[in-house]
């Protein structure tokens, strides 16, 4: 399908937009937007494609696509903003902010092994009914009361889910306010960011239709923490509308986002935590949320994996271009939203055709390695 794309890309970047262009003149795009963000400056802004399956409708600059994973790095941002004002320390426990978690065998885990997939909970492996996801104190409850599926602190297993609701848990008990509504009122609202955990109704009219693939991703070996985590029939909010789904808060799924509100953010990560005059995190606790806490073959997803403070580090698998410093967030499907410090450059690329990819789709992967080439 050949399309016109919209936005802008600095000349140097017009292998980018050639490579944006291919994919989809392949069929592989339904609609996508690609922005990136270098020492404050929105250097490319391209977008194209439709937002529904049927292509009536323009995928345009104020589409708002679902990020499902990459969700969680807006998450680890807001964790971050509180080590950062002296209200939480990764190194206290989680007990320590919320008792009941220190339930089961949990009372020494501290938040950094929680936020970095080493606490053992990556999904129920008890039946349950999907729609018990919809209710927030009830899946706490339920992870407070349950006991780790490995010994804590020995490996990662990546929490598709439940890390949402553990850092969102925590989010709630030290500042009162749900994350969402933090990231609404502290970031999103002041600095114009088109960013969302739990999307208010009057939004949804700008979502993104998604065309789901056909197959599932590829697992590799299955073993019982993959199965709770992503193959149980409750492994996965189900039971209510999409519009109940996008209204609630999962911090680690549910965020919808334009490529550009990512990127904008992702950039001030990389360019010592400013956004537009204002300091969002300082350059002091970017390194400290970034520095690695685990790094191995992890027990859910099929990749050797090196974990900061909730961001996944690029330097193993380097989904994001060749940076070892590089960090950020993959998600189901395709999407992507990174910061590289050592080049203060901050990316993200949202669409609505997902492929199989956990991580390292080769869509954005194609667009930030001709970005780099530019560089």
């Known amino acids: ?7 802008h890309a600095q000349p140097r970047f017009a292998a980018v937009k050639d490579a944006f262009a291919r994919s989809f003149e392949a069929g592989e795009e339904l609609g996508a937007r690609f922005t990136l963000v270098e020492a404050g400056e929105t250097v490319v802004d391209l977008w194209g494609g439709f937002a529904d399956r049927k292509r009536t409708r323009p995928f345009d600059e104020k589409t708002l696509a679902t990020v499902f994973s990459t969700t969680k790095a807006v998450a680890s941002l807001m964790i971050a903003r509180l080590v950062d004002q002296g209200r939480l320390d990764y190194g206290q426990t989680v007990a320590s902010v919320w008792p009941e978690f220190g339930q089961a065998g949990k009372p020494a885990v501290t938040i950094e092994q929680a936020i970095s997939h080493q606490a053992g909970l990556p999904g129920f492996p008890e039946p349950m009914e999907p729609v018990e996801w919809f209710d927030w104190d009830r899946i706490c409850a339920k992870l407070a009361a349950m006991a ?3 010994p804590v602190g020995t490996a990662s297993g990546y929490h ?5 609701y553990i850092s969102g848990e925590i989010f709630r008990r030290v500042d009162s306010r749900s994350m969402g509504t933090a990231l609404r009122e502290d970031l999103s609202g002041p600095l114009g960011l088109d960013v969302w955990i739990g999307l208010p109704e009057a939004e949804h009219g700008r979502v993104a239709e ?11 070996e299955i073993n019982e923490p993959t199965k709770a985590a992503f193959l149980t029939p409750w492994s996965a909010a189900a039971g209510k509308s999409p519009a109940e789904w ?8 549910n965020g919808h986002a334009t490529a550009e509100g990512l990127a904008r953010l992702m950039g ?7 956004l537009d005059g204002e300091e969002i995190l300082s350059p002091a606790l970017i390194a400290q949320a970034t520095r690695e806490r685990i790094r191995g073959q992890d027990l859910v997803l099929p990749f050797v994996m090196s974990w900061g403070a909730g961001f996944m580090r690029n330097e193993v698998e380097h989904p994001w271009g060749p940076g070892n410093e590089t960090f950020g967030h993959s998600g189901w499907g395709g999407s992507c939203a990174f910061a590289d410090p050592e080049r203060r450059l901050g990316g993200a690329y949202v669409m609505n055709k997902q492929s199989t990819q956990l991580m390292g789709d080769e869509r954005p992967k194609r667009l930030i390695e001709a970005a780099y080439a530019a560089l």
């Open 1 to 7: 399908m050949k399309i016109e794309l919209q936005g």
């Open 148 to 150: 780790p599926m490995w």
């Open 160 to 164: 598709p889910i439940t890390v949402g």
């Open 210 to 220: 998604i065309q789901r693939p056909s197959a599932l991703p590829n697992f590799g």
């Open 246 to 253: 996008r209204s609630m808060e999962i911090p680690s799924t």
């Open 268 to 274: 001030a990560l990389a360019d010592g935590g400013w």
